[in-house]
């Protein structure tokens, strides 16, 4: 009997050892960091690494730096100017006036055609490029034309019947050195520091971000074109930068 009780309590505390060992085992899969901090070599930013289930819970999402031409324009009003009277018989040629600022003249491509809109145009009509009115640099319509200092007058060729002197028009300009290529993120991948300094996270491996500095020349569309910046063909994170941000700096976005 005395055998039995003995042999019933080695196996009581072998089942406890075990159950001891099992809950360790469990303690320390739970206690896996969900994120981990490598440095950088020769900088002071931190490399995030996450694991599997924490990119899954913060549903991490991220789009390619892309490269593409990109026209910036602007619109400004403008008034249909009589013409010189040597100039009087031929009802197809008309001139647009518009008063533009000296920074605004700095940055105009003289170049590129104006499209010329009329105000009374339903906004709910889809233009149709075919049937866009496009005027061009010029001088002027000669000596009758009012004078004006920071004016710039755009030449309608082949113009429609109806427009008078004095009719008021909106003019799309297109800025200088637009038409380059450009590097192009989503807005949704910047992050801003109190002090005006943006980011963005790479992922240049799976479950690896690292964060990047970007200079924005504008946004627009929902889009951020960039001055600096990442690679074409990088990733970066749009959905769950700011969580990593906070991972890494210990600063909530």
Known sequence: MKLMRRWLVGIGIVAGMQLSACAQVSTAIEKVPPVYLEPIEGTELLRVVLTEKAAER????????????VVRKWMVGGVIVARAESDA???????????????ELD?????????ILFLDEDEEEEDDEDEDLFAEADEGPGDDAEETHGGLYYLIRDAEAGLTPG????????????GAARKIIPFAAVIYEPNGTTWVYTNPETLIFIRQPIVIDYIEGGLAVLSEGPEVGIAVVTVGAAELFGAETGVSK
Do not use: H, N
Not at 58 to 69: F, N, S, Y
Not at 89 to 99: I, K, P, S
């Open 107 to 115: 940055k105009l491509d003289r170049r590129d055609p104006a499209r």
């Open 58 to 69: 913060l549903d991490i999402q991220t789009a390619l730096v892309r490269e593409e031409q």
């Open 167 to 178: 009719q008021s028009v909106l003019v799309e300009l297109s800025q200088s050195g637009s």
């Open 89 to 103: 018989a031929d009802t197809t040629r008309v001139w647009v006036r518009v008063l533009l600022d000296q920074g």
